[in-house]
């Protein structure tokens, strides 16, 4: 059994904030870009229509950024189910129930050299699974897209040994309510 409250964090919290900075900046940025790029076409008539396609493009190129912001959320558990913390955006509640399949993570490459050089002797090799969720939880647009990257219809997210502590864990309690 989980204790009534326990949270799978990021191992590194200043690199999470990092990251969560420079993902936002990112994503301003795009946005801000598709904004300058769809009013320089509409103002510039003809000239202009080039710039739709640049705010496609920019927009297109924005899909990453906002996956990245749910790709791997902290995951705080208790004995209803799961709440998801990601990057950017507010908390999402899954119940054990709406816990449709777990996967081996596709996205996850294991560098074992880098890995050495970064980590020294304490190098363990990267491992993930993505948790794919029912639709009647009702997950934000960002963990769609990390479903469909996966192959799956579903909304999902992805756990992995270098985003959270507890992985196995972690992995063990998901598992065990399927």
Not at 6 to 25: C, E, N, Q, S, V
Not at 40 to 64: D, I, K, N, R
């Amino acid at each position: 059994m989980v204790e009534s409250h326990h949270i799978f964090a990021h191992p590194r919290p200043r690199l999470r904030r990092a990251a969560r900075a420079l993902t936002a900046f990112g994503l301003i940025v795009a946005g801000m870009a598709i904004i300058a790029q769809l009013l320089v076409g509409v103002f510039w008539g003809g000239a202009g229509v080039l710039f739709f396609g640049g705010a496609f493009f920019a927009a297109v190129l924005s899909l990453p950024l906002i996956m990245l912001t749910a790709m791997f959320p902290a995951v705080a558990v208790d004995a209803e189910g799961l709440t998801l913390s990601p990057m950017l955006g507010g908390r999402s509640r899954i119940l054990w129930a709406q816990i449709a399949e777990v996967r081996p993570h596709p996205l996850l490459y294991d560098n074992e050299s880098a890995g050495r050089l970064m980590h020294g002797r304490g190098y363990q090799p990267r491992r993930g699974v993505i948790v794919l969720v029912q639709r009647e939880a009702r997950l934000p647009l960002p963990y769609h897209l990390v479903g469909r990257v996966c192959g799956s219809p579903l909304a999902g997210f992805g756990i992995s040994t270098s985003a959270h502590t507890g992985y196995d864990q972690l992995v063990r309690l998901i598992e065990e309510r399927l």
